[in-house]
């Protein structure tokens, strides 16, 4: 089965204007998809007929690519592992590997970066007894240097109100309605309930109690909005913070994950290392940094590596989906 869940942000040679009042648009609906026409128009002083025509427009100029879920895979007997990649291959190779590693059916995240720390970000959901053969999908001769972090937390930025959320690792047993109902979600997370009960055949009264008891638990975390910030300018960072402790991580990400993001993640074991994705102009950057400062005793280096492109985030990965369903 493939699930085809995929933002993908990529470098464009379409550069376009994007009014200030759209970037609101995306900033209100950015952590909420599931936001109704009429909560958006409230948030901007709009009527609904206005909203759904700037979404529309924003869809039609593939600014906004999709509407998702956040799932909290932890919860689902998984484990998140972020693999920072050192090599040495030729554009042309690094063109061959980023196809190879797209097919692999655990992997949730592929970043390509230019320069610094790492040439590959890649984020891979299993479970402890599958992990090495996921990494073995994704290795190659020409890899030099290998970071495997397995992650501890997720500090999203979930709301106007710049809340965060720390993911517990208390895992639950979901039917194959339950599972069905998050994938579907994953897909498009902007479906009627009409929609999602035809897909799921479940009654539309307990789809609604069974989303807001996905929230409740932490299983959802957020209706994330994809959209393609490069192609109207901004571009995309990778923080990655070593601190000379662990007892400072937390602190430091909640701080991190109120600023305009798309989320902190902290690792488990030595080097303390949080990694950070900025999407945002250069100003955003100095927010950053302005964050770090009083941390800054406790920070033993950072670096800002720039994104060039995002070319896998799958929601949902086959093989997660493959071994939930009974």
């Given at each position: ?218 299983i959802i975390i957020s209706f994330p ?102």
């Open positions: 089965m493939k699930n085809n869940i995929n933002w993908v942000v990529k470098p464009t040679d379409k550069r376009l204007i994007v009014k200030d009042r759209d970037k609101k648009l995306i900033r209100v609906i950015y952590a909420n998809a599931r936001m109704s026409l009429k909560d958006i128009g409230k948030k901007l002083h709009l009527s609904k007929v206005a909203i759904y025509n700037r979404l529309k427009n924003l869809e039609e100029k593939e600014i906004i690519t999709g509407y998702s879920c956040l799932i909290n895979f932890s919860k689902l007997g998984f484990s998140t592992y972020q693999i920072g990649i050192k090599t040495n291959m030729s554009l042309e190779e690094k063109e061959d590997y980023l196809k190879k590693i797209q097919d692999c059916r655990h992997v949730n995240q592929v970043l390509r970066l230019a320069g610094g720390k790492w040439d590959f970000l890649i984020r891979v959901l299993s479970q402890e007894k599958h992990l090495n053969k996921a990494l073995d999908l994704i290795k190659d001769s020409k890899i030099q240097e290998e970071d495997i972090l397995k992650i501890e937390g997720l500090f999203a930025h979930v709301g106007e109100d710049k809340e965060f959320s720390l993911i517990e690792k208390t895992e639950k047993d979901l039917s194959n309605e339950e599972i069905n109902l998050l994938l579907q979600l994953a897909k498009n997370s902007r479906q009627s309930v009409v929609e999602l009960s035809t897909k799921t055949k479940i009654s539309p009264q307990t789809i609604v109690s069974k989303i807001k008891k996905f929230q409740q638990s932490r909005t994809e959209y393609n910030p490069l192609i109207y300018g901004d571009e995309g960072y990778l923080l990655v913070i070593t601190t000379k402790n662990r007892s400072v991580q937390n602190n430091l990400s909640s701080q991190l994950a109120k600023i305009n993001s798309v989320g902190v993640f902290t690792n488990l074991q030595n080097p303390n290392i949080i990694s950070f994705h900025v999407i945002s102009g250069l100003n955003e950057l100095k927010n950053v940094e302005k964050t770090l400062q009083p941390f800054i005793n406790e920070v033993r280096n950072y670096e800002f590596i720039r994104i060039e492109e995002q070319s896998l985030y799958n929601f949902f990965p086959d093989e997660v989906y493959k071994i939930l369903i009974k």
